[in-house]
Protein backbone atom coordinates (compact mmCIF):
# COMPACT_ATOMS: atom_id res chain seq x y z
CA UNK A 1 0.00 0.00 0.00
CA UNK A 2 1.24 3.58 -0.23
CA UNK A 3 1.14 5.46 2.46
CA UNK A 4 1.35 9.29 3.77
CA UNK A 5 2.21 9.66 7.42
CA UNK A 6 1.84 12.69 8.89
CA UNK A 7 2.16 14.69 6.23
CA UNK A 8 4.04 18.64 6.20
CA UNK A 9 4.51 20.27 3.77
CA UNK A 10 4.47 23.65 1.85
CA UNK A 11 5.60 26.35 -0.43
CA UNK A 12 8.32 29.17 1.45
CA UNK A 13 7.82 30.02 4.77
CA UNK A 14 4.24 28.82 4.65
CA UNK A 15 2.96 25.23 5.38
CA UNK A 16 -0.07 24.21 3.21
CA UNK A 17 -0.79 20.38 4.77
CA UNK A 18 0.13 20.17 8.42
CA UNK A 19 -0.22 16.65 9.48
CA UNK A 20 -1.97 14.25 7.31
CA UNK A 21 -2.52 10.30 7.04
CA UNK A 22 -3.69 8.64 3.52
CA UNK A 23 -3.76 4.86 2.70
CA UNK A 24 -4.02 3.69 -0.76
CA UNK A 25 -4.62 0.21 -1.68
CA UNK A 26 -3.51 -1.43 -4.75
CA UNK A 27 -6.60 -2.42 -6.40
CA UNK A 28 -9.07 -0.10 -4.95
CA UNK A 29 -10.35 3.48 -5.56
CA UNK A 30 -9.65 6.00 -2.86
CA UNK A 31 -11.32 9.70 -3.14
CA UNK A 32 -9.64 13.06 -1.84
CA UNK A 33 -11.95 15.65 -2.11
CA UNK A 34 -11.80 19.25 -0.46
CA UNK A 35 -12.70 22.88 -1.66
CA UNK A 36 -10.10 24.88 -3.69
CA UNK A 37 -7.11 25.52 -2.12
CA UNK A 38 -7.57 23.33 0.75
CA UNK A 39 -4.55 21.46 -0.26
CA UNK A 40 -4.77 18.23 -2.32
CA UNK A 41 -2.88 18.84 -4.64
CA UNK A 42 0.66 19.76 -2.29
CA UNK A 43 -0.47 16.30 -0.97
CA UNK A 44 -0.39 14.58 -4.58
CA UNK A 45 3.01 16.43 -5.00
CA UNK A 46 4.43 15.03 -1.78
CA UNK A 47 3.41 11.53 -2.98
CA UNK A 48 4.68 12.03 -6.21
CA UNK A 49 8.29 13.55 -4.74
CA UNK A 50 7.60 16.98 -6.78
CA UNK A 51 7.56 18.19 -3.03
CA UNK A 52 9.46 17.21 -0.47
CA UNK A 53 7.80 17.01 3.51
CA UNK A 54 8.76 19.16 5.90
CA UNK A 55 8.02 16.66 8.63
CA UNK A 56 6.47 13.07 8.21
CA UNK A 57 6.93 10.17 5.53
CA UNK A 58 5.83 8.43 2.43
CA UNK A 59 5.88 4.73 2.53
CA UNK A 60 5.19 2.11 -0.35
CA UNK A 61 4.41 -1.16 -0.14
CA UNK A 62 7.01 -1.26 3.45
CA UNK A 63 9.66 1.08 1.88
CA UNK A 64 10.30 4.70 2.79
CA UNK A 65 10.31 6.61 -0.24
CA UNK A 66 10.35 10.12 0.98
CA UNK A 67 14.10 11.08 -0.12
CA UNK A 68 13.47 9.22 -3.61
CA UNK A 69 13.08 11.89 -6.80
CA UNK A 70 9.92 11.37 -8.78
CA UNK A 71 11.55 9.45 -11.41
CA UNK A 72 12.49 6.86 -8.71
CA UNK A 73 9.26 6.84 -7.66
CA UNK A 74 8.02 5.95 -10.91
CA UNK A 75 10.96 3.30 -11.65
CA UNK A 76 10.81 2.23 -8.14
CA UNK A 77 7.39 1.96 -6.30
CA UNK A 78 5.43 3.08 -10.00
CA UNK A 79 3.61 5.82 -8.62
CA UNK A 80 2.64 7.61 -11.41
CA UNK A 81 0.56 11.01 -11.57
CA UNK A 82 -2.15 12.49 -13.88
CA UNK A 83 -1.50 16.10 -13.78
CA UNK A 84 -4.27 18.43 -13.75
CA UNK A 85 -5.08 20.11 -17.08
CA UNK A 86 -3.97 16.74 -18.90
CA UNK A 87 -1.05 18.39 -20.17
CA UNK A 88 -1.30 17.25 -23.40
CA UNK A 89 1.22 18.37 -26.30
CA UNK A 90 -1.08 19.63 -29.04
CA UNK A 91 0.65 19.24 -32.25
CA UNK A 92 1.52 15.92 -31.09
CA UNK A 93 -0.22 12.89 -32.01
CA UNK A 94 -2.59 10.99 -30.15
CA UNK A 95 -0.17 7.94 -30.11
CA UNK A 96 2.87 10.26 -29.32
CA UNK A 97 1.33 11.45 -26.95
CA UNK A 98 0.82 8.24 -25.19
CA UNK A 99 4.25 6.76 -26.12
CA UNK A 100 5.90 9.99 -23.60
CA UNK A 101 4.34 7.52 -20.55
CA UNK A 102 6.16 4.65 -21.91
CA UNK A 103 9.54 5.89 -20.92
CA UNK A 104 10.02 3.26 -18.13
CA UNK A 105 10.17 0.37 -20.94
CA UNK A 106 7.58 -1.22 -18.88
CA UNK A 107 4.62 -0.76 -21.23
CA UNK A 108 4.06 -3.96 -22.93
CA UNK A 109 0.84 -5.53 -22.56
CA UNK A 110 -0.54 -2.20 -21.30
CA UNK A 111 -0.79 -0.92 -24.95
CA UNK A 112 -3.77 -3.31 -25.37
CA UNK A 113 -5.04 -2.33 -22.15
CA UNK A 114 -4.78 1.24 -23.43
CA UNK A 115 -6.71 0.33 -26.79
CA UNK A 116 -9.18 -1.90 -24.92
CA UNK A 117 -10.84 0.92 -22.13
CA UNK A 118 -10.36 3.62 -24.69
CA UNK A 119 -11.39 2.90 -28.01
CA UNK A 120 -12.52 5.96 -28.94
CA UNK A 121 -8.76 6.62 -29.17
CA UNK A 122 -8.40 3.89 -31.88
CA UNK A 123 -9.66 5.90 -34.24
CA UNK A 124 -8.44 9.10 -33.33
CA UNK A 125 -4.64 7.59 -32.69
CA UNK A 126 -3.04 9.80 -35.24
CA UNK A 127 -4.91 12.92 -34.97
CA UNK A 128 -3.17 15.58 -33.46
CA UNK A 129 -3.94 15.57 -29.77
CA UNK A 130 -4.93 19.37 -29.61
CA UNK A 131 -7.94 18.57 -31.80
CA UNK A 132 -9.58 16.33 -29.52
CA UNK A 133 -12.99 17.12 -27.25
CA UNK A 134 -12.07 17.48 -23.44
CA UNK A 135 -12.87 14.10 -22.70
CA UNK A 136 -10.79 12.40 -25.26
CA UNK A 137 -8.00 14.53 -23.84
CA UNK A 138 -8.37 13.41 -20.40
CA UNK A 139 -8.48 9.48 -22.09
CA UNK A 140 -5.02 10.10 -23.51
CA UNK A 141 -3.90 11.50 -20.15
CA UNK A 142 -4.91 8.52 -18.74
CA UNK A 143 -3.54 6.53 -21.16
CA UNK A 144 0.17 7.69 -21.15
CA UNK A 145 -0.25 7.36 -16.86
CA UNK A 146 -0.84 3.82 -17.78
CA UNK A 147 1.48 3.41 -20.01
CA UNK A 148 4.42 4.01 -17.25
CA UNK A 149 3.46 0.65 -15.44
CA UNK A 150 2.01 2.06 -12.62
CA UNK A 151 1.27 0.20 -9.31
CA UNK A 152 0.00 3.38 -7.87
CA UNK A 153 -1.94 6.06 -9.85
CA UNK A 154 -2.69 9.59 -9.24
CA UNK A 155 -4.94 11.79 -10.50
CA UNK A 156 -5.56 15.45 -10.21
CA UNK A 157 -9.25 16.89 -11.22
CA UNK A 158 -9.48 14.40 -13.93
CA UNK A 159 -13.49 15.74 -14.05
CA UNK A 160 -12.38 19.37 -14.39
CA UNK A 161 -14.22 20.57 -17.38
CA UNK A 162 -16.08 18.05 -18.22
CA UNK A 163 -19.72 17.49 -19.10
CA UNK A 164 -21.57 15.24 -16.16
CA UNK A 165 -21.93 12.47 -19.48
CA UNK A 166 -18.33 12.06 -20.26
CA UNK A 167 -17.50 12.32 -16.49
CA UNK A 168 -19.54 9.37 -15.42
CA UNK A 169 -17.91 7.28 -18.46
CA UNK A 170 -14.01 8.85 -16.88
CA UNK A 171 -15.20 7.45 -13.73
CA UNK A 172 -16.30 4.09 -15.40
CA UNK A 173 -12.73 3.68 -16.77
CA UNK A 174 -10.89 4.75 -13.39
CA UNK A 175 -13.19 1.92 -11.96
CA UNK A 176 -11.63 -0.45 -14.74
CA UNK A 177 -8.20 0.61 -14.10
CA UNK A 178 -8.56 -0.42 -10.32
CA UNK A 179 -10.15 -3.47 -10.95
CA UNK A 180 -6.19 -4.58 -12.41
CA UNK A 181 -5.14 -4.29 -9.77
CA UNK A 182 -3.79 -0.53 -9.64
CA UNK A 183 -4.11 1.27 -6.69
CA UNK A 184 -6.00 4.90 -7.99
CA UNK A 185 -6.01 8.25 -5.46
CA UNK A 186 -7.91 10.58 -7.54
CA UNK A 187 -7.94 14.50 -5.99
CA UNK A 188 -11.67 15.99 -7.00
CA UNK A 189 -13.70 18.91 -6.43
CA UNK A 190 -16.54 17.08 -8.23
CA UNK A 191 -17.08 15.61 -4.32
CA UNK A 192 -20.14 13.34 -4.81
CA UNK A 193 -18.64 11.62 -8.32
CA UNK A 194 -15.57 10.77 -6.63
CA UNK A 195 -16.30 9.26 -3.46
CA UNK A 196 -19.25 7.08 -5.43
CA UNK A 197 -16.79 5.80 -7.56
CA UNK A 198 -14.40 4.99 -4.32
CA UNK A 199 -14.08 2.60 -1.75
CA UNK A 200 -12.80 5.04 0.64
CA UNK A 201 -12.43 8.49 1.06
CA UNK A 202 -10.54 11.65 2.64
CA UNK A 203 -11.71 15.02 3.30
CA UNK A 204 -9.20 17.81 3.29
CA UNK A 205 -9.84 20.94 4.60
CA UNK A 206 -7.34 23.22 5.98
CA UNK A 207 -4.64 21.32 5.16
CA UNK A 208 -5.73 18.30 7.52
CA UNK A 209 -8.08 15.33 7.07
CA UNK A 210 -11.22 16.56 8.41
CA UNK A 211 -13.18 13.06 7.70
CA UNK A 212 -12.26 9.99 6.26
CA UNK A 213 -14.38 6.33 5.59
CA UNK A 214 -15.99 4.17 3.37
CA UNK A 215 -19.58 5.90 4.14
CA UNK A 216 -18.76 9.85 3.50
CA UNK A 217 -21.74 10.08 1.01
CA UNK A 218 -23.92 8.66 3.73
CA UNK A 219 -23.16 11.64 5.84
CA UNK A 220 -25.86 14.46 4.68
CA UNK A 221 -24.24 16.85 6.87
CA UNK A 222 -20.90 16.48 4.87
CA UNK A 223 -22.14 16.91 1.67
CA UNK A 224 -24.57 19.99 2.09
CA UNK A 225 -20.95 21.33 3.38
CA UNK A 226 -19.95 20.85 -0.62
CA UNK A 227 -22.92 21.60 -2.59
CA UNK A 228 -25.57 22.57 -0.76
CA UNK A 229 -28.75 20.09 0.17
CA UNK A 230 -29.40 19.83 -3.63
CA UNK A 231 -26.23 18.14 -3.18
CA UNK A 232 -27.77 15.71 -0.79
CA UNK A 233 -29.90 14.21 -3.08
CA UNK A 234 -27.90 14.47 -5.86
CA UNK A 235 -24.47 12.54 -3.48
CA UNK A 236 -27.94 9.98 -2.34
CA UNK A 237 -27.85 9.25 -6.48
CA UNK A 238 -24.32 9.14 -7.14
CA UNK A 239 -23.89 7.03 -3.56
CA UNK A 240 -26.33 4.23 -5.23
CA UNK A 241 -24.53 4.48 -8.65
CA UNK A 242 -20.98 3.85 -6.64
CA UNK A 243 -22.59 0.75 -5.05
CA UNK A 244 -23.52 -0.64 -8.57
CA UNK A 245 -20.40 -0.11 -9.83
CA UNK A 246 -18.56 -2.08 -6.58
CA UNK A 247 -17.93 -6.05 -7.16
N1 LIG B 1 3.85 26.61 -5.97
C1 LIG B 1 3.19 27.22 -4.98
N2 LIG B 1 3.76 28.24 -4.30
C2 LIG B 1 3.10 28.85 -3.28
N3 LIG B 1 1.88 28.51 -2.84
C3 LIG B 1 1.26 27.50 -3.49
C4 LIG B 1 1.89 26.80 -4.59
N4 LIG B 1 1.02 25.83 -5.02
C5 LIG B 1 -0.07 25.94 -4.24
N5 LIG B 1 0.06 26.93 -3.33
C6 LIG B 1 -0.90 27.31 -2.29
O1 LIG B 1 -1.13 26.17 -1.46
C7 LIG B 1 -2.50 26.10 -1.05
C8 LIG B 1 -3.02 24.71 -1.43
O2 LIG B 1 -2.97 24.56 -2.85
P1 LIG B 1 -3.34 23.19 -3.58
O3 LIG B 1 -3.10 23.40 -5.03
O4 LIG B 1 -2.65 22.07 -2.90
O5 LIG B 1 -4.89 23.11 -3.27
P2 LIG B 1 -5.99 22.19 -3.89
O6 LIG B 1 -6.77 21.64 -2.77
O7 LIG B 1 -5.38 21.22 -4.84
O8 LIG B 1 -6.89 23.21 -4.69
P3 LIG B 1 -7.12 23.38 -6.26
O9 LIG B 1 -8.26 22.51 -6.54
O10 LIG B 1 -7.44 24.84 -6.38
O11 LIG B 1 -5.85 23.00 -6.94
C9 LIG B 1 -3.21 27.22 -1.77
O12 LIG B 1 -3.35 28.29 -0.84
C10 LIG B 1 -2.27 27.62 -2.88
O13 LIG B 1 -2.37 28.98 -3.18
Redesign the pocket.
Known sequence: MLRAEGVCA???T?D??TGIDVIVEPGTVTALV????????????TLTGLLRPRRGRVVADGRDVTELSCSARVRGPRIVMVP?GRQIFGSLSVEENLALGAWTGRDGSNWDLVWELFPALTEVRARPAGLLSGGQQQMVALGRGLLAAPRYLLL??PSLGLAPLVVDSIFERIRLLAGTGIGVLV?E?NATVALAAAERGYV?EG?RIADEGTDLLDKPELVARFFGTRGVIRGRAAGLGGQLWRR
Open positions: GYGGVLGANGAGKTTLLKEDEVQVG
